[in-house]
Structures are given as C-alpha cells and as structure tokens.
C-alpha cells in the first residue's frame, strides 16, 4: 500500500512538473517609449528566447513616437531573420506607431493596430524637417521648364516625361543633397519592406516623404496594416490560419487556445535603458574623470579611483551603444586631458580654461540623433560646466597662493631665517645653530659676532651658510 501510495504521489509530481515546464505558445513584448539601444537587447532576446522554446508566435505590443535609425534596423533584421512569426501590434486605443515604429510595423510578419491608433510620420527627424523653396528659384525653375529645357513638351507646353516623378510631384523636395541622399535610403528600406510583406509601398513613401500619418481605420483600407483588433483575444482570433513567410519557410498560424506569456525587461535590460540616456552616459563620464583626478593627486584614497573606474567604463559603453560624433567625444577626451593637467601642472587657470571650453564644444557635438529621448540636455552641459569652472577655480586659486607663499620647507626656506652663534667667529667663520641643527657658517660684511649673538641667513652653499650680524650681544636664555 505505501508503495502503491509512493508511486501515485511521484507520477503527480512528475506530471505537475512536465505542466510547469510547458512552454507558452507565444511571448508579448511591450515596446513603449523611444526605441533606442536597450529596446534593440529586449526585442531580439524575447525573439531568442521564443525560437529557443518553440513559441508559435511573438507578439509587440508597440506604443513608440520613434527612435534611432540603428536601433530601428536591428529590430527589422531580428523580425525578418526570425524562424517565428512576429506580430506588431500597435494598443491600447490613443497609442501610435510612428517614425521608426512605422518601419517596425512594415517589417513585421503580421502588422496590427487596435481602433483609435495612429500610423506614420515616418520621415528621418535628424534632417529638422523638410526644407521649404524659395519663391525666387520656383520662379527660376519653372520659367527654364517654359523654356523647354526638358525638350520633351508636347503642343500645349505640358510636359509628358512622367517617369522620374513616381506620383510625388506634390511632395516637398529636400534642398541639399545629403537630404535628398537620406530621404531616398529611407524611401527604398520602407518600400522594400512593404513589398516583402504584400503591404501598401506607394503610402510607406508617402509617409517618409511627406510624413503622411493615418489611423488604423483608414490603414486597413489602404493595406497597410492586416488586422484591426480591439484586443489581444480578438488579435489572435482574427491571425488564425493566416499564412505568412518566415525565414524558416511559410507558416500557418495556429492560434486557437494559443497561451501568451508576458516578458518583462531584467535587470541587464533596465541598466542598459538607464545609462544609455545620453544624459547618464555624460554624467557618468565626468564623475569617472573626476574621480581619476583625485585618486591620482591623492594616492591610496581607493574610493575615488574605484567610483571613477566604474563609471567611466559605463560611460564609455554606453557611448558605443549610442550614435555619437567621435569628434565630439575627441574634444571631450582632449578637455579632460587640460583639466588633469592643470590640476598636477598649474597654469593658473590657462589649460583649465582651455579644457572647459574643449569640453563643452565636445558636449555640443556628441550626440545629434533628432531623437528627443536621446538628446544630450544643454542644462546638463551648462550644470557640468559650471562644476567644472568652479573646480578650475579653486585648482587656479590654490596654485597662485601657493606661488605667492613664502616656502615652508627645505633649503630654500632656511633664506632669510634667523639663527644664532654656537662659537665665537674667527677670521669671519663659525658655526650657528639653525633649526634645531649645527651648521658651518661664514660671515658676510664684516662686523664681529660671539657665541649666542643673533645672525641672519642670506644663503645656503651645501652643507655651509652665510650669514650676517643683524645685533652684538647675547641672546637672553
């Protein structure tokens, strides 16, 4: 009987433990806020960790105004390499997939939007917009088409060359040509998604050109997204049995009774979203390079060179996660440089000064995504500057009393000391007592001086000093 109870209790465990152990059939990411550097590491692992466990789905539950061009393509390259099907789903209703989230959205396997959403304004930011013409150079431009430049009007001077227009004649045009360079790589990487996908490609380059936005009602009509969904339940229903093509082959979803299983970032993920906020990752340079300074002009402190250590790793890491001007990040590395050398070589205040200025102008240059969430902040520029100036300073300040103190130590400070006869001077030679110390002595500008009389150092010769009588007599014990 026990054994019979033995058996029944391990059979129940171990079927309690095969449940436990049963992979979802799909994993839900919530992607919200800026797509940066940190949302590139939660994405792709979730997908990872989805074609690990055999998931039959990833969903991206996206709520975004954008992020970094980099970042955006990492994620695309993810969804498009990905062995599992992955689905963006643009919720809760007042939510938006804009900018990158566009692109995302294009690339995804299934594209899906929840009623009272928004898609587009997918024009590159870094640009500042698109540039308007001036009436004097249309003017120009269209008295040289009334002219014929093109050669090809017809009898009513219209021009029937339509080829090269691709049905944007309406769209601003960008001014210089590393704008038009720009708009015209995103205009192919949208279009080549939408073609991939079977998606609306003519509305994609609306919304780069243009940076056309619409909401999921009139997506849908357009096909540029598959499904509109009020929930997640009404998602998966509405996706059951839809083929799409993944890089392992076509695959049919299979989503009735289909169990999802919410990711949340960890711990790696939420440090890599904290210090890759340009604003932490500069912060955390200064304190690192501070932190160096004093370890070095106060060797053994320990907790200044271990602080600075960690945080200028960080810093650094950080820094090569994030789309920055390495011009800037030289003139930032060459102002740090100024600073640690007025600090152990004082040149009251000129290399401090110059260090500042070197700093800061690097500060300016670091980072220019168009991106707001990865902006460096002029407050914090002018805050660090502002510490920075009062520790030059204060280093310029020390350096110029130092200068102007008497010594306090050595040869050079017994100049000028007085000291007192320890024997009688003969032939001007004898020996005083200075400092606590016995030294030979020869007497300068004549005069006669006796043990005890008070004298006065004018130099110091090696192991001798000169000195002259400042008064006769003995000084009282």
Do not use: C
């Amino acid at each position: 009987m026990k054994r019979l109870l033995a058996l029944v209790l391990v059979t129940l465990l171990a079927v309690a433990a095969g449940r436990a152990e049963e992979p979802p059939g799909g994993y839900v990411l919530e992607v919200r806020g800026a797509i940066g550097p940190a949302t590139v590491d939660y994405v792709t692992r979730g997908i990872d960790r989805a074609a690990e466990r055999g998931a039959k789905l990833v969903i991206l539950r996206m709520n975004t105004p954008g992020g970094l061009d980099n970042s955006m393509r990492d994620i695309i390259e993810a969804i498009v390499e990905s062995p599992v099907p992955v689905a963006t789903y643009v919720s809760p209703s007042g939510s938006r997939a804009t900018s990158a989230g566009t692109y995302i959205m294009y690339g995804s396997h299934v594209a899906a939007m929840a009623p009272g959403t928004t898609i587009g304004a997918a024009t590159p930011v870094q640009m500042g917009g698109m540039p308007e013409v001036d009436e004097e150079d249309a003017r120009d431009e269209d008295d040289g088409a009334d002219n014929g430049g093109n050669g090809n009007n017809d009898d009513n001077g219209n021009n029937d060359d339509e080829a090269g227009n691709n049905g944007n004649n309406d769209a601003p045009q960008p001014g210089s040509a590393m704008e038009r360079k720009m708009i015209n790589d995103a205009v192919s990487y949208i279009r080549s998604l939408a073609e991939m996908r079977g998606r609306n490609a003519d509305w994609a380059e609306k919304a780069v050109r243009e940076a056309a936005s619409i909401g999921s009602s009139e997506a849908l009509e357009l096909n540029v997204i598959d499904v509109l969904a009020s929930d997640m339940d009404d998602l998966l229903s509405q996706i059951d049995g839809m083929e799409v093509e993944t890089q392992a082959g076509p695959v049919t979803l299979e989503m009735e009774g289909l169990s999802l299983e919410y990711l949340e970032p960890d711990w790696r993920n939420e440090l890599l979203s904290v210090i890759t906020n340009p604003n932490v990752a500069y912060i955390l340079m200064l304190i690192g390079i501070y932190g160096i300074i004093f370890e070095l002009a106060n060797p053994g402190a320990i907790v200044p060179g271990v602080l600075g250590s960690i945080s200028l790793l960080l810093a650094l890491f950080a820094f090569q996660a994030l789309p920055i001007n390495y011009a800037g990040l030289g003139l930032m590395l060459l102002g740090a440089a100024f600073i640690v050398g007025e600090a152990f070589m004082p040149s009251f205040g000129v290399l401090g000064i110059g260090g500042i200025a070197a700093f800061v102008l690097g500060s300016l240059l670091l980072v220019d995504t168009g991106v707001e969430a990865y902006e460096l902040s002029l407050e914090v520029i002018l805050g660090v500057s502002a510490v920075s100036f009062v520790v030059i300073f204060g280093i310029a300040t020390m350096a110029v009393r130092a200068h102007r103190r008497r010594v306090a130590s050595g040869v050079e400070q017994m100049s000028g000391e007085r000291a007192e006869a320890a024997t009688d001077f003969r032939d001007g030679r004898g020996k005083v007592r200075l400092l606590g110390e016995v030294w030979n002595a020869e007497l300068e500008g004549g005069g006669e001086v006796r043990k005890d009389d008070r004298v006065r150092v004018v130099a110091v010769e090696g192991l001798k000093v000169r000195v002259t009588a400042i008064e006769s007599g003995r000084i009282e014990q």
